[in-house]
Protein backbone atom coordinates (compact mmCIF):
# COMPACT_ATOMS: atom_id res chain seq x y z
CA UNK A 1 0.00 0.00 0.00
CA UNK A 2 3.21 2.66 0.69
CA UNK A 3 4.30 1.66 -2.81
CA UNK A 4 1.04 3.32 -4.26
CA UNK A 5 0.81 5.76 -1.98
CA UNK A 6 4.28 6.98 -2.58
CA UNK A 7 3.29 6.58 -6.68
CA UNK A 8 0.37 8.34 -6.42
CA UNK A 9 2.61 11.47 -5.06
CA UNK A 10 5.46 10.87 -7.74
CA UNK A 11 2.36 11.01 -10.53
CA UNK A 12 0.18 14.30 -8.99
CA UNK A 13 3.82 16.62 -9.21
CA UNK A 14 3.71 19.03 -11.64
CA UNK A 15 7.14 18.35 -12.78
CA UNK A 16 5.58 14.65 -14.27
CA UNK A 17 2.25 16.27 -15.73
CA UNK A 18 4.42 18.88 -17.66
CA UNK A 19 6.45 16.23 -18.85
CA UNK A 20 4.20 14.13 -19.98
CA UNK A 21 2.43 17.22 -21.94
CA UNK A 22 6.03 17.90 -23.71
CA UNK A 23 7.07 15.01 -25.22
CA UNK A 24 2.95 14.64 -26.15
CA UNK A 25 3.24 17.48 -28.21
CA UNK A 26 7.08 17.01 -29.18
CA UNK A 27 5.88 14.01 -30.94
CA UNK A 28 3.32 15.81 -32.59
CA UNK A 29 5.63 18.71 -33.30
CA UNK A 30 8.29 16.01 -34.74
CA UNK A 31 5.62 14.74 -37.37
CA UNK A 32 4.88 18.36 -38.19
CA UNK A 33 8.45 19.00 -39.26
CA UNK A 34 8.74 15.80 -41.01
CA UNK A 35 5.76 16.40 -42.89
CA UNK A 36 7.47 19.99 -43.68
CA UNK A 37 10.71 18.49 -44.68
CA UNK A 38 9.01 15.24 -46.60
CA UNK A 39 6.43 16.88 -48.35
CA UNK A 40 7.60 20.73 -48.67
CA UNK A 41 11.22 21.56 -47.89
CA UNK A 42 12.70 18.26 -49.75
CA UNK A 43 10.86 18.97 -52.87
CA UNK A 44 11.95 22.30 -53.86
CA UNK A 45 15.38 21.24 -52.95
CA UNK A 46 15.46 18.93 -54.92
CA UNK A 47 14.08 20.95 -57.93
CA UNK A 48 16.38 23.35 -57.12
CA UNK A 49 19.31 20.69 -57.66
CA UNK A 50 17.46 19.52 -61.06
CA UNK A 51 14.53 17.62 -60.51
CA UNK A 52 16.85 14.76 -58.03
CA UNK A 53 14.57 12.76 -55.14
CA UNK A 54 16.77 12.18 -52.34
CA UNK A 55 14.41 9.95 -50.42
CA UNK A 56 15.32 7.09 -53.17
CA UNK A 57 19.13 7.43 -53.25
CA UNK A 58 20.92 4.31 -51.92
CA UNK A 59 24.03 2.42 -52.23
CA UNK A 60 23.05 -1.22 -52.96
CA UNK A 61 25.04 -3.79 -50.61
CA UNK A 62 23.75 -6.57 -52.43
CA UNK A 63 23.91 -6.18 -56.02
CA UNK A 64 21.09 -4.80 -56.17
CA UNK A 65 21.29 -2.30 -58.89
CA UNK A 66 20.68 1.52 -58.18
CA UNK A 67 17.48 1.04 -61.03
CA UNK A 68 15.23 0.31 -58.06
CA UNK A 69 13.00 1.90 -55.54
CA UNK A 70 14.56 2.44 -51.67
CA UNK A 71 11.50 -0.02 -50.61
CA UNK A 72 12.14 -2.48 -53.19
CA UNK A 73 16.26 -2.24 -52.83
CA UNK A 74 15.66 -3.18 -49.15
CA UNK A 75 13.37 -6.13 -50.03
CA UNK A 76 16.38 -7.55 -52.31
CA UNK A 77 19.27 -6.83 -49.54
CA UNK A 78 21.04 -4.08 -47.30
CA UNK A 79 21.25 -0.51 -48.55
CA UNK A 80 23.38 2.57 -47.27
CA UNK A 81 20.14 4.92 -47.69
CA UNK A 82 21.96 8.29 -47.90
CA UNK A 83 19.49 10.14 -49.51
CA UNK A 84 16.89 9.23 -46.13
CA UNK A 85 19.42 10.17 -44.11
CA UNK A 86 20.07 13.40 -45.85
CA UNK A 87 16.15 14.08 -45.22
CA UNK A 88 16.37 13.00 -41.67
CA UNK A 89 19.11 15.78 -41.39
CA UNK A 90 17.56 18.45 -42.82
CA UNK A 91 14.74 17.54 -40.61
CA UNK A 92 16.28 17.70 -37.33
CA UNK A 93 18.29 21.33 -38.40
CA UNK A 94 15.17 22.82 -38.81
CA UNK A 95 13.58 21.01 -35.73
CA UNK A 96 17.09 22.53 -33.94
CA UNK A 97 16.59 25.72 -35.35
CA UNK A 98 13.05 25.88 -34.39
CA UNK A 99 13.23 24.57 -31.01
CA UNK A 100 16.55 27.06 -30.78
CA UNK A 101 14.04 29.90 -31.33
CA UNK A 102 11.66 28.92 -29.16
CA UNK A 103 13.51 28.40 -26.04
CA UNK A 104 15.10 32.08 -26.74
CA UNK A 105 11.79 33.69 -27.14
CA UNK A 106 10.46 31.83 -23.65
CA UNK A 107 13.95 32.96 -22.00
CA UNK A 108 13.16 36.68 -23.12
CA UNK A 109 9.91 36.54 -21.62
CA UNK A 110 11.21 35.28 -18.87
CA UNK A 111 13.58 38.05 -18.49
CA UNK A 112 13.21 40.09 -15.30
CA UNK A 113 12.70 43.78 -15.74
CA UNK A 114 15.55 45.85 -15.24
CA UNK A 115 16.18 46.69 -11.68
CA UNK A 116 15.73 50.32 -10.83
CA UNK A 117 19.53 51.97 -9.57
CA UNK A 118 18.82 53.15 -5.98
CA UNK A 119 20.76 55.87 -4.85
CA UNK A 120 23.36 55.08 -2.44
CA UNK A 121 22.60 55.57 0.95
CA UNK A 122 23.39 59.05 2.69
CA UNK A 123 25.20 58.65 5.58
CA UNK A 124 24.07 60.87 8.62
CA UNK A 125 26.35 63.96 9.90
CA UNK A 126 26.85 62.36 13.26
CA UNK A 127 28.51 58.97 11.56
CA UNK A 128 30.47 61.25 9.54
CA UNK A 129 31.75 63.49 12.22
CA UNK A 130 32.58 60.71 14.40
CA UNK A 131 34.29 58.91 11.24
CA UNK A 132 36.39 62.53 10.85
CA UNK A 133 37.24 62.21 15.16
CA UNK A 134 38.53 58.83 14.32
CA UNK A 135 40.76 59.49 11.91
CA UNK A 136 42.21 62.48 13.09
CA UNK A 137 42.82 60.26 16.81
CA UNK A 138 44.88 57.74 14.41
CA UNK A 139 47.11 60.56 12.70
Request: overall charge neutral; aromatic content about 8%.
Amino acid sequence: MAMLQEFKTFISRGNVVDLAVGVIIGAAFGKIVDSLVGDIVMPVIGRIVGGLDFSNYYIPLNGQGTHLVLVEAKKAGGVIAYGNFITVSVGFVILAFVIFQMVKLVNALKKPAPAVEQAPEVTAEDILLLREIRDSLKK
